[in-house]
Structures are given as C-alpha cells and as structure tokens.
C-alpha cells in the first residue's frame, strides 16, 4: 500500500515543490514504483523532467549516484548527515509546495524538525522497513571461528549497530575492550556512545577513501 501511494505521487510532481532521499534504500524504491506500475515509459518522457524542475535534495555520494541513474539532479550530497542538509534546505528558499520525503521506519525525526522549525512543508512516507539480515549471526560466528578477534568493526548506522552489536558482544567476550570501533558518521558514532561503546574514530565524510582514511588511523597506536 505505502508504494501504491508514493507511485501516485511520483506521478504528481505539480503537488509538490522538490524531494528529499537520505537513503539509497528510498531511491530503490522509486524503482520499484517505476516498474510495478509500468510508469518507466511515462517517467522517461515527462516526469523526470518536471521533477528535475524542482529541487532534489540528498545525503551522502551513494544516494546521489543512484538518484543520478533514475536521471535526476541532485544538490546537497556533500552535507554527509541529515542535519546538515536540513540546515542546506533551510538555507535556500522557502518552497510553496510540500518537499516529498520518502523513507524508511527508522527514519531520525531530526530533519523533519529542523524544516518544521523553520516553516518548511515536507510530507513524509514511509516506503521501506529496516530488518536484520537473516544471516548476521551465522556469518559473525563464521568470521570469529575463522579470523578471532577482529582489529575493528565499522559501522554505517544505528540500525547495524542494534541488530549485531549482542552477538558481537557474546563472541568477544573480554576481549571486546581490543577492538576498535569506527563509525561512518556522527549519528552512528552518538549511537554506539550511547551503548557504552568508546568510539576510536568517525569518518570525516561518508566517503570510501575518508572511512579508510579513519580505519587506518585508528589502528595506529595512538588511534585518532
């Protein structure tokens, strides 16, 4: 049902004044759109053009790489957070229209907020559900009965760190205290704060070569 509806309203551009995707997930499901409904055709001929009409807002490279391919626009992919592009859309000029935010059940509320806060329509709809992996467990156990105990782990979002964080806990045991946590952004890094976890670096931005960049300092001696 929720896909039903963002297809109708991918097919109403004129309702709203640009969209926002903070994740890759969200842009896979403008596919999904695109194809249940047999609208690629009609997307290739004249909605793509009237979205890139409109502002197309998102975080990070490899959401913009995507958005790319479905023949979109992008502007804000360097502000790496969704706090920091709500502050870019806050920046630009107030739209008249709603800004479409498809997203996830695990969404952060904090660039809802920020564009609330500062006047800014936005309607959000939920496309996707974040599930663990079925195989998380088996494949840590595999690594650990194979590698030992891991120099670091890295982890992309809050969400990995929820759903693999016990195990990883089980498997360490006492020597969990060796390894070096890394995170890909200050929202993961905060998550794993929370859980009591001491954070040996945080990429600079959501980049491959910045994540290397952090990984590699972390374990030198004397970390970041």
Known sequence: MPLLLFGMQLSHPEGYGGLIFTSPRA?????LCLEKDNRAAVWRKSLKEKWNAKSVYVVGNATASLVNKIGLHTEGENCGNAEKLAEYICSRESPALPLLFPCGTLKREILPKMLKDKGIPMESLTVYQ????P??????????????????????????????????QELSGDNIDQIKFVAIG????????????????????????????????ALQPHGC
Not at 130 to 133: K, S
Not at 142 to 162: E, K
Not at 187 to 208: D, F, I, K, M, W
């Open 27 to 31: 842009v896979e499901a403008v596919e």
């Open 135 to 168: 195989g998380i467990q088996g494949n840590l156990n595999s690594y650990y009965s194979q590698q030992g105990i891991p120099a670091s782990i890295t982890f992309f979002s809050p969400s990995g760190l929820t759903h693999s964080l016990r195990h990883i």
């Open 186 to 217: 200050p929202t993961t890094a905060h998550a794993l704060a929370v859980q009591g976890l001491p954070v040996s670096c945080t990429a600079e931005s959501p980049t491959p070569q910045a994540l290397a960049a952090g990984i590699r300092t």
């Open 130 to 133: 974040t599930i663990p992996h």
